[in-house]
């Protein structure tokens, strides 16, 4: 069972930075497809960022195309998103999950197999 902690959230004003992490458990981190996922109040959840772990190809959604990066560290066995220039639609709880392997579908929830418990981000106008 992996398991996902992220950190980082807070409240900031539009046009601040913030750095979120994900610490997992488990040894075969570097092997783990990794994403974020975002669920603002009354909306699903939806897709932000996604890290390939075999390639370290990584794929983001249009909305933060730009303004976030998606990076990991397998000794530490975390990954990060880098957060700038932000807008109050950013405004939601992140989460981390690990995908379930092959084949890639990173902006797919259903791809994921562990979540963590989430992280507040509020960006104030």
């Known amino acids: 069972q992996v398991q996902l902690v992220e950190s980082g959230g807070g409240l900031v004003q539009a046009g601040d930075s913030l750095k979120l992490s994900c610490a997992a458990s488990g040894r075969l981190f570097s092997t783990y497809d990794m994403g974020w996922f975002r669920q603002a109040p009354g909306k699903e959840r939806g897709f932000v960022a996604a890290i390939r772990a075999s390639s370290g190809d990584t794929t983001y959604a249009d909305s933060v195309k730009g303004r976030f990066a998606i990076s990991r560290d397998n000794t530490k066995i975390t990954v990060y998103l880098q957060m700038n220039s932000l807008k109050p639609e950013d405004t939601a709880v992140y989460y981390c999950?690990?995908?379930?392997?092959?084949?890639?579908?990173?902006?797919?929830?259903?791809?994921?197999?562990?979540w963590g418990q989430g992280t507040q981000v509020t960006v104030s106008s």
């Open positions: 999950a690990v995908g379930r392997g092959d084949p890639w579908r990173p902006s797919v929830s259903s791809f994921y197999a562990h």
